[in-house]
């Protein structure tokens, strides 16, 4: 298991649209990964599950992997959401 800890920069937080890269960016590996908030733990694969965590900025998540593609996944979750996914 692979596991790093990212916070998240975004003035409005994990909505909608860096949730769903988020969820897009878990779906492409076949590692299990996870993101855990405050003692929650949901499947980063499903879009309501992230959701669900009311993630706000300045928030630290704990992304974890487990599988054969796991360093992979922690990575590059862990870049796409440590810039901003893409918002300025």
Do not use: C, W
């Amino acid at each position: 298991m692979k596991k790093d800890t990212v916070v998240i920069p975004n003035e409005t937080g994990l909505h909608a649209r860096p949730a769903s890269m988020l969820v897009d960016e878990a779906s492409s590996y076949e590692s299990e990964v996870k993101i855990e908030y405050e003692g929650q733990e949901v499947n980063a694969k499903s879009i309501m599950g992230v959701m669900s965590l009311g993630i706000s900025q300045d928030a630290e998540i704990v992304v974890q992997a487990d599988g054969q593609d796991e360093k992979e996944a922690v990575a590059a979750i862990v870049e796409l959401v440590s810039e901003g996914f893409g918002e300025e």
